[in-house]
């Protein structure tokens, strides 16, 4: 399961080599470019990371200068957490797509100006899971960890590490880093003189253990909908749709429809993991690598019910399966422009995949 939640990364470089730069790396800024970033800095982020992003200015936000953030963060603890924010934290959201003040290009402009501020070269971490002994690393979390984050993980001196909202789109080898490595300037130790490698590999796997809440949940994973489940509140209206540039309905209306209890059908087209980790109620999984598009068009209504896709990155392979049904003929369709990320940072109803979870 965890294996596959590192997902997104591998689909940003599926869909850079399809030609849409979603997650497209930050690149190098010329001194207007970095002067703008600077004043963007200023303007939105300093309040609380401080003039010199020396961090805890406000609400405890962390240092923006370290180099073991700055290295390691793109794109979940920097592109994501500065675009859709982290909820349950006062790190909100800054991509105008969730009504911020930011532009894309903006926000990854501010990236670069960060790494050039800092001074590092970003390095690509493993994507594999880290094993270790998490009962092991339990202990060494209540020893040395708790204090500074807290019993629960909910975050004292240090940040709410146990905050699933950091830890569902956090990859194993980005703690393990922090933990070896520490964040320099800040209270964050180097464990790396500290714990051995597998007391570090134990800990990590604690924290991990962790991700479905601090009281450890056995995930039930949910069946997806089946064919004749695919139309959602199949007796009532149609929605009326006022599509942006013909193609994108916004998280609002869509949100609007659904209390409405409109008659559509809805595809996820992430990966299947990411559906059983949150979806929209009522959608069905139909992941963008999926092949089988001749079946699909059979399964689906062809008496003009809307059908929306949507996907995490916030677009590309919920354009991709649209165009797909599309070409196949189906007139009302439709992709969510917000997609997920933007519709649970603004604070639309999600299901979880995982219905019946058994504590351990
Ligand atoms: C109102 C205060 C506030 C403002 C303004 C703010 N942040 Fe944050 N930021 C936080 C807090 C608090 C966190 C830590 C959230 C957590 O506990 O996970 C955070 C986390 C982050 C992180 C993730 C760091 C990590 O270690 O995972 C980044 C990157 C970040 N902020 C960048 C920015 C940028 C860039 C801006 C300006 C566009 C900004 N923030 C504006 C409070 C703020
Ligand atoms: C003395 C206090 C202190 C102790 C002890 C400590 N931490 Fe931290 N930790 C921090 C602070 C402060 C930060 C945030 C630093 C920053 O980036 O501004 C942090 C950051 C982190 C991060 C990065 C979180 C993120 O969202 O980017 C991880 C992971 C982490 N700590 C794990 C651990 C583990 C595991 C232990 C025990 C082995 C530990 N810490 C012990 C203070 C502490």
Redesign the pocket.
């Known amino acids: 399961m965890w294996k596959q939640l590192i997902h997104p990364i591998i689909l940003c470089g599926l869909l850079f080599t399809a030609g849409q730069a979603v997650c497209a790396e930050p690149g190098d800024l010329t001194a207007d470019e970095s002067a703008a970033a600077a004043a963007d800095y200023k303007k939105y982020c300093a309040l609380c990371h401080g003039d010199d992003r020396q ?1 805890y200015a406000n609400d405890d936000a ?2 923006l200068r ?1 180099k073991s ?1 700055i290295r390691t963060g793109f794109p979940f ?1 920097l592109l994501f957490a500065i675009a859709y924010g982290r909820r349950g934290t006062p790190m909100g959201g800054y991509f105008e797509e969730i009504g911020g003040p930011m532009k894309r290009e903006e926000i990854y402009r501010l990236i670069s100006w960060l790494r050039e501020q800092v001074g590092v070269e970003p390095i690509e971490l493993s994507l594999e899971p880290v094993i270790g002994d998490a009962k092991a690393g339990e202990a ?2 209540a020893d ?2 708790a ?3 807290g019993e629960n993980g909910e975050g004292e ?3 709410a ?1 146990g905050n699933p909202a ?1 830890l569902a789109l ?1 990859t194993d080898a980005f ?1 393990r880093y ?2 070896e490595n520490g ?1 320099d300037g ?4 180097a ?1 790396g003189e500290i ?1 051995s490698a597998a007391e570090i590999d134990a ?1 990590t796997a604690f ?1 991990r253990s962790r991700s479905t809440g601090w009281s450890v949940k056995k995930p039930v994973l949910r069946t997806p909908p089946t064919v004749d489940q695919y139309v959602i509140n199949p007796g009532s209206p149609a929605p009326e749709f006022d599509l942006q540039d013909g193609l994108y309905v916004k998280s609002e209306d869509l949100n609007r429809a659904l209390q409405e209890k409109r008659r559509m059908v809805l595809l996820d087209t992430r990966v299947m993991s990411m559906w059983q980790m949150a979806n929209i109620e009522g959608s069905v999984p139909v992941p963008y690598y999926f092949d089988e598009f001749e079946r699909l068009a059979g399964d689906l209504p062809t008496d003009g019910t809307w059908i929306v896709t949507y996907c995490e990155c916030p677009r590309a392979s919920a354009e991709y399966v649209n165009k797909q049904l599309r070409e196949k003929g189906f007139e009302n369709t439709a992709v969510l422009w917000e997609g997920i990320q933007g519709w649970i940072s603004l604070g639309f109803p999600i299901s979880l995949g995982q219905v019946s979870a058994q504590n351990d």
């Open positions: 961090g962390p240092s370290s953030l603890h060494i979390y040395q960890c204090v500074c984050h001196i240090g940040p590490i950091t956090t703690l922090a933990i964040r800040t209270d964050m130790p464990f714990l800990v924290l």
